[in-house]
């Protein structure tokens, strides 16, 4: 698993309310990754997941309907 880190911005999270981990719709290559991590027995974090300070948690929320490269460029705009 990745550290809490905000994929955004870099910033540490140290408090969890209103910030933390979200999972976005999975793509094909994303249920091969689990499907590959399940078959010899590792975890890892999530190619679906990322985390989210306070400042972009609720967007990221909003936008976990799509794939997480999708979702993503939604804060370059």
């Known amino acids: 698993m990745k550290p809490p ?3 955004i911005c870099n910033k540490r ?3 969890f309310e209103n910030a933390g981990l979200v999972s976005f719709k999975k793509r094909s290559s ?3 990754w689990e499907e590959k991590m399940e078959r ?3 975890v890892g ?3 679906y997941a990322d985390w989210f300070c306070k400042k972009h948690y609720e967007k990221a ?3 976990s309907y ?3 490269h999708k979702a993503l460029k939604q804060f370059d705009e």
Do not use: A, R, V
């Open 5 to 7: 880190i905000c994929c």
């Open 13 to 15: 999270i140290k408090n």
């Open 30 to 32: 994303d249920i091969e």
């Open 40 to 42: 010899e027995g590792k």
């Open 45 to 47: 974090h999530p190619p």
């Open 61 to 63: 929320n909003k936008l």
């Open 66 to 68: 799509l794939p997480i």
